[in-house]
């Protein structure tokens, strides 16, 4: 229902912001880690959000980036990881080490997130890894180079990246134009999303 709004924010608070949309205020919960970028400022900025509906209860989730957002959605479509839970993780571990975290079956790293114990942290790689392996791999693999495709790290750190919220082809572009023949996951990924972000 609202993809983004665009306002001025009128209060940051310690989970959430208000959000001046053309007079109408907006509470939006936000990632700490995301609210501690923002001040209150007449600066017009861009939340990307996610409307939450349940019988007795209906939020506004909001975060910086698309990426984020799209990471934030397949985080709740894990069972038994709700809104809360999905921006607790997305506060408490970066985008880049919960990928790797995801790729290399990382259940320690995981775990390290508060709220989260062993069994959900195996669910969360299990499902999410299985999904983009089940849905998308078979096609990405046949979209990257020879060379490349016979390196089990690159599929790895492509289904990590697809987790995050990347396109197919965003990967792909990246990993065609630079060398990781022998590179661990780790490096694979931290590569890749240096160059995302330039």
């Given at each position: 229902?609202?993809?983004?709004?665009?306002?001025?924010?009128?209060?940051?608070?310690?989970?959430?912001?208000?959000?001046?949309?053309?007079?109408?205020?907006?509470?939006?919960?936000?990632?700490?880690?995301?609210?501690?970028?923002?001040?209150?400022?007449?600066?017009?900025?861009?939340?990307?959000?996610?409307?939450?509906?349940?019988?007795?209860?209906?939020?506004?989730?909001?975060?910086l980036s698309s990426?984020?957002?799209?990471?934030?959605?397949?985080?709740?479509?894990?069972?038994?990881?709700?809104?809360?839970?999905?921006?607790?993780?997305?506060?408490?571990?970066?985008?880049?080490?919960?990928?790797?975290?995801?790729?290399?079956?990382?259940?320690?790293?995981?775990?390290?997130?508060?709220?989260?114990?062993?069994?959900?942290?195996?669910?969360?790689?299990?499902?999410?890894?299985?999904?983009?392996?089940?849905?998308?791999?078979?096609?990405?693999?046949?979209?990257?180079?020879?060379?490349?495709?016979?390196?089990?790290?690159?599929?790895?750190?492509?289904?990590?990246?697809?987790?995050?919220?990347?396109?197919?082809?965003?990967?792909?572009e990246v990993i065609s134009?630079?060398?990781?023949?022998?590179?661990?996951?780790?490096?694979?990924?931290?590569?890749?999303?240096?160059?995302?972000?330039?």
């Amino acid at each position: 229902m609202y993809a983004f709004l665009k306002g001025k924010i009128e209060n940051v608070l310690e989970d959430k912001i208000e959000l001046d949309v053309n007079g109408m205020g907006y509470e939006i919960f936000m990632p700490e880690n995301e609210i501690s970028q923002l001040e209150k400022s007449d600066k017009v900025i861009k939340i990307n959000t996610y409307l939450h509906v349940r019988e007795d209860d209906v939020r506004l989730f909001g975060f910086l980036s698309s990426n984020t957002l799209e990471f934030f959605k397949k985080l709740i479509s894990v069972s038994g990881v709700g809104p809360k839970v999905a921006i607790g993780i997305i506060s408490n571990i970066s985008a880049s080490d919960m990928c790797i975290a995801i790729a290399t079956e990382n259940v320690a790293e995981i775990k390290k997130v508060p709220g989260i114990g062993p069994k959900m942290a195996q669910k969360i790689i299990f499902e999410l890894k299985d999904k983009i392996m089940k849905d998308e791999i078979s096609n990405i693999k046949n979209n990257v180079k020879v060379a490349n495709k016979k390196n089990t790290n690159v599929s790895e750190a492509i289904t990590a990246l697809q987790v995050l919220g990347y396109s197919e082809k965003e990967i792909n572009e990246v990993i065609s134009n630079i060398e990781i023949e022998n590179d661990k996951v780790e490096d694979i990924i931290k590569k890749v999303l240096k160059q995302m972000q330039k």
